[in-house]
């Protein structure tokens, strides 16, 4: 089953900050971040462990709780750049060979 | 380096008709996978690969077929193409192991009509 991603869709000034978000029904061992422009391939941003960890990349950042079995990317002061749509890709325990990805959000920054 | 190279960029079907989607990569990974991306549904996964002679199904496999006779090659086989089957199909690897980011190609647009 996959991931449900929150929102559908979001537009933003540049500047503005936003916040995508992940959930799953089963548990999980880790989550990506991809991005993906019009027209072209999904681009990895960054993995995420069990543990509550959070990462950067940027000013692009994502947190995991794996209790809630829930990921979020934070978008922070947004460029033209970071608009595309963005998955999230999940693996679970004793099955990680296994990427299986969220519907999607897609982001629209105007100046 | 290559990377992930799948053909054709795009194709057209007729109703009925079978076609083989290719898919290479050159990084010696393990994994490889493929997905279906339909306007707002996101990827889904088709069948997956952990290595040579080994395949299994993902969330939508009927209608389609695989193998894995190399490390470097996983062809997605469409038989009795269906106008349910139109999409843009992308094939991605990575390395084994858990944490591996997944390297994708520029996707095969499918239309069949």
């Known amino acids: 089953q996959q991931p449900v991603q929150s929102p559908q869709a979001v537009i933003l000034r540049e500047g503005e900050d936003a916040v995508i978000n992940c959930s799953s029904s089963?548990?999980?061992?880790?989550v990506h971040w991809y991005r993906q422009k019009h027209g072209e391939a999904p681009v990895f941003l960054m993995i995420?462990?069990?543990?509550?960890e959070q990462k950067g990349h940027d000013k692009i950042s994502a947190s995991f709780n794996e209790k809630k079995q829930q990921s979020s990317l934070y978008l922070t002061a947004s460029q033209l750049s970071y608009s595309g749509t963005y998955f999230c890709?999940?693996?679970?325990?004793?099955?990680?060979?296994?990427?299986?990805f969220g519907t999607g959000t897609r982001l629209t920054i105007i100046p | 380096n290559a990377g992930v190279t799948q053909t054709p960029k795009f194709r057209i079907l007729k109703i009925g008709q079978s076609m083989t989607l290719q898919c290479t990569q050159d990084?010696?990974?393990?994994?490889m996978y493929w997905y279906r991306q339909d306007p707002g549904m996101g990827l889904k996964l088709i069948y997956y690969?952990?290595?040579?002679?080994?395949?299994d199904k993902g969330e939508v496999p009927n209608g389609y077929n695989v193998s894995r006779s190399t490390t470097e090659d996983f062809p997605l086989r469409l038989e009795l193409a269906a106008p349910s089957q139109t999409s843009v199909y992308f094939c991605?690897?990575?390395?084994?192991?858990?944490?591996?980011?997944?390297?994708f190609g520029q996707g095969t647009r499918l239309t069949v009509v």
């Open positions: 991605a690897s990575r390395l084994t192991g858990m944490n591996t980011e997944a390297f």
């Open positions: 089963k548990a999980l061992y880790s």
């Open positions: 995420l462990l069990k543990g509550g």
């Open positions: 890709g999940t693996e679970i325990p004793f099955g990680n060979e296994k990427l299986t």
């Open positions: 990084m010696n990974h393990n994994y």
């Open positions: 690969s952990v290595g040579a002679g080994i395949t």
